[in-house]
Structures are given as structure tokens and as C-alpha cells.
């Protein structure tokens, strides 16, 4: 893959840094055409997104449970098991923290064929 870069450029951590560093295990295999790249990101959030609905905060340990019947069912490709448990190990050594949920996300590609994520981040609605 060409290099990924998040689009932003604050000094402050952004959601597209956050998921890039999260997902670098399975960005790392997504490597050539847009559309491997594209892929790649779909497993990373769609993984980072079943995590961060199982917090506290979310309250919804359902997604992630989904995910993981889906992972382990016995049909899913080995490669798909090898991300699900990297990117488990992941998010909970370096981001368990973190309860911003992708509510979208875009991949750009400029003339020259640099490529840059976009996520548009939620957060959790405040307990009254």
C-alpha cells in the first residue's frame, strides 16, 4: 500500500492517526491497489467499532460478541482470525481506553496516488 496518512495535521492525537496505529498489523497486509487498502480499513474499523460498543460507555458487548461468532465460526479465513486476535491484543494494551466510535470514514487518493483516511468520530452520549 502506499502510504496511509491520517488527514489531519493537529499535535493532537486524531481519530485517523488512532485508527491507522491501531490497524497497522492489517494495513501492513492490505499493501497495493486502492482497493486492497480499502478493505483493509473496513476490517480495522469494523473491528474498532465492536470494541469500542462493548465499553462502558457504549453498552452494547452484543457487536463485538457478533464479530467474534462471525470470526470463529470455522468458515472465516485464517488471515481474518490472525487480525481479530492481533487487533483485540491491541486495542486493549493501547487503546482500551479510547471511546471514540468511527461513524464514518472516506479514503482520498490524490494525483499522485498518496491515499488519506477520514473519520468522522462519535462519542457516547453522557449518563444523565
Not at 491520517?6 to 490497524?23: D, H, M, N, P, V
Not at 481479530?84 to 487503546?95: C, D
Request: charged letters at 30%; a neutral charge; aromatic letters at 6%.
Amino acid at each position: 500500500m502506499s502510504q496511509v496518512a491520517s488527514g489531519k495535521g493537529s499535535s493532537a492525537r486524531s481519530l485517523e492517526e488512532t485508527i491507522l496505529e491501531f490497524g497497522a498489523p492489517v494495513l501492513a497486509m492490505g499493501r497495493g491497489p486502492r482497493e486492497r487498502v480499502e478493505e483493509a480499513l473496513h476490517v480495522v474499523v469494523t473491528m474498532w467499532n465492536a470494541h469500542v460498543l462493548a465499553t462502558s460507555q457504549w453498552k452494547r458487548p452484543s457487536d463485538l460478541a457478533e464479530l467474534k461468532d462471525l470470526v470463529y465460526c470455522g468458515r472465516a479465513p485464517d488471515g481474518l482470525i490472525v487480525a481479530f486476535e492481533a487487533l483485540s491484543r491491541r486495542r486493549a494494551e493501547l487503546f482500551a481506553d479510547d471511546v471514540r466510535l468511527v461513524a464514518s470514514w472516506e479514503l482520498l487518493e490524490d494525483e499522485r496516488g498518496r491515499m488519506t483516511v477520514r473519520c468522522q468520530p462519535r462519542l457516547p452520549r453522557r449518563a444523565a
